[in-house]
């Protein structure tokens, strides 16, 4: 059993972990060797297993064999397989919060999208991203449905940073999501659904250029 101690430690080395993954400090492929890492982060073996245990959950590491850890590499078959799942949960998502998203919903998904376009470091402007998706989609209150979702987008993080898709596509992105914020603002379901499925499919599209 995992102490409070132990879970707090795991958490932040996870955070930590996935900031070097997502910033290019720890590259694809690249081993992740416990003695270095425990004495990195100041961390003892147990709690790093844990966080690293969480990361490959997220689809940020690989196990290797003698219990080791690599960060994962790009699968094609993956990343195919991510924004299919998303296209149908994301928009499940939305259309459930329809009828519950209220002003400071919106106010709190345009702060996040402020954020974003002074944002270069990748890291950060994943966890933007995903804190817009979230605050629009949250008011559903369909809670597993929103954690598997979150782990999608985590998993989509470090195919995105790979394929310097987003870091490449700010504009664009910031188009998208201000698109999408309107479309919710104004009450038009078939719209914001609508304009979802063509970001999610655009972001697919470009993963796809940049990695072939």
């Not at 297993?49 to 590491?61: I, M, N, P």
């Not at 690599?70 to 094609?76: G, K, N, S, T, W």
């Amino acid at each position: 059993m995992t102490s409070d101690t132990n879970k707090t430690q795991s958490d932040s080395a996870a955070a930590k972990i996935r900031t070097l993954i997502l910033n290019g400090t720890f590259q694809p492929g690249q081993p992740l060797r416990q003695e270095a890492l425990s004495e990195q982060l100041s961390i003892s073996r147990t709690p790093l297993r844990h966080a690293l245990q969480s990361l490959a959950e997220d689809g940020l590491v690989e196990a290797t064999d003698y219990k080791g850890a690599r960060v994962a590499a790009l699968d094609p078959g993956m990343v195919d397989d991510l924004f299919e799942m998303r296209l149908l949960l994301e928009p499940l998502a939305l259309r459930s919060a329809f009828g519950s998203q209220t002003k400071l919903d919106f106010a709190k998904a345009e702060m996040a999208l402020d954020a974003a376009e002074m944002e270069r470091e990748p890291s950060r402007l994943s966890a933007l991203n995903w804190d817009f998706h979230q605050t629009l989609y949250k008011p559903s209150d369909r809670q597993t449905l929103l954690k598997t979702i979150e782990q999608l987008n985590r998993a989509s993080a470090l195919a995105e940073v790979i394929a310097s898709s987003i870091v490449a596509r700010p504009e664009k992105s910031a188009a998208e999501h201000r698109k999408l914020l309107q479309a919710c603002r104004n009450g038009d379901e078939t719209g914001a659904i609508s304009i979802l499925v063509e970001h999610l499919r655009l972001a697919h599209h470009d993963i796809k250029n940049r990695r072939e």
